[in-house]
């Protein structure tokens, strides 16, 4: 199956934003270090924490995109029947 151009650009956003959580965590943790470990590791948390709802936004797109995909199937299929049964 061929991904069109939205389903790439959905992938790579997806993918980048993966390596940004990683290597944003590591820095994140490693900047706020010098304030304490435990302040450190709260800025972190938090900093995953809405890195993951920015995923799962992108992830939205992408599951809602199918279900439209799904849709426009049905919705085609359903004139078709109509059309037969009014002919």
């Known amino acids: 199956m061929q991904k069109d151009k939205f389903d790439r650009i959905i992938s790579f ?3 980048a934003s993966w390596a940004i959580v990683i290597f944003g965590a ?10 304490g470990f435990s302040l450190a590791l ?4 938090v900093f995953i924490v809405i890195a993951f709802f920015l995923i799962l ?5 992408a599951i809602n995109r199918l279900r439209l995909d799904e849709a426009r199937k049905q919705t085609e299929l359903l004139e078709k029947i ?5 002919t």
């Open 13 to 15: 956003l997806l993918g």
């Open 26 to 35: 590591l820095i994140t943790f490693k900047v706020f270090l010098f304030l």
């Open 42 to 45: 709260f800025t972190t948390v």
């Open 57 to 61: 936004g992108l992830d939205s797109f």
């Open 82 to 86: 109509y059309s037969q049964q009014t």
